[in-house]
């Protein structure tokens, strides 16, 4: 994927999802997540192919091996770019993800499958006391990101602030894709481990999720291009 960043499609509506992207002269790389997928199912995302743009499945799956498994073998033939689910499942369960993705996989090519180490609304607070997972934060997500190269996914999902860590554990071909971005002057709204495009430039992210500092933009497109120079400068 030659783009660096993801654009959020959190819309509620068909007619906002689709007078947004009508704003984009150019395919982009979206994340479609549970809220357009609940809504509309999973028949927008041939949709959003058909316009030409590549997509990102957030569904975060987490469940038992087998079902993982099957479940990826379904979402493998949906012809999407990336899938993802929760480290938290085990390494078992991320094995039998690739299983599934490989099986299922269209014209023999799987989608890309990357593994959410902890949400960037989670704290250390929050994990300590009430997942009752002990330590740092940054432990658990090296932790987790070693534990999914070890099952051979290609990459996690992490905050910004991780994302050096995990390339000196894992390697630098460990994809780190990492939501959680704002411009300077945006609100972090439910978010705790918050960045900017040009701090996730510096420490080595590779790919950034950016949602309403886009969606809610005044020019949408201009802001997109904006902060995708600041991600592809040399």
Not at 107 to 131: F, H
Not at 155 to 176: K, Q
Not at 195 to 221: M, N, W, Y
């Amino acid at each position: 994927m030659n783009e660096k960043t993801i654009v959020a499609l959190d819309f509620s509506t068909r007619e906002d999802l689709f007078a947004f992207l009508s704003k984009f002269e150019e395919p982009i790389y979206v994340k479609i997540g549970m809220e357009l997928t609940y809504a509309f199912g999973l028949d927008i995302i041939s949709e959003i192919r058909q316009l030409g743009h590549h997509i990102f499945l957030d569904l975060k799956l987490h469940d038992i091996p087998n079902t993982v498994k099957q479940a990826m073998k379904n979402l493998a033939r949906l012809d999407v770019d990336i899938v993802n689910l929760h480290c938290a499942g085990g390494i078992a369960m991320m094995k039998a993800a690739i299983e599934g993705l490989e099986e299922g996989a269209v014209d023999g090519k799987r989608p890309l499958c990357i593994g959410v180490t902890q949400l960037t609304s989670t704290s250390k607070e929050a994990m300590n006391e009430e997942l009752g997972i002990p330590g740092e934060v940054i432990d658990c997500v090296i932790k987790y990101a070693k534990n999914a190269k070890a099952a051979g996914l290609d990459g996690v999902v992490c905050s910004v602030h991780e994302a050096r860590a995990i390339h000196e554990a894992c390697g630098n071909d460990f994809l780190t894709v990492t939501p959680g971005i704002r411009l300077a002057d945006d609100s972090k709204d439910d978010q705790k481990r918050v960045a900017t495009p040009a701090f996730a430039k510096e420490q080595g992210c590779d790919h950034i999720v950016v949602g309403r500092s886009i969606t809610k933009s005044a020019d949408p497109l201009e802001t997109y291009r904006t902060i995708e120079a600041i991600m592809e400068a040399e």
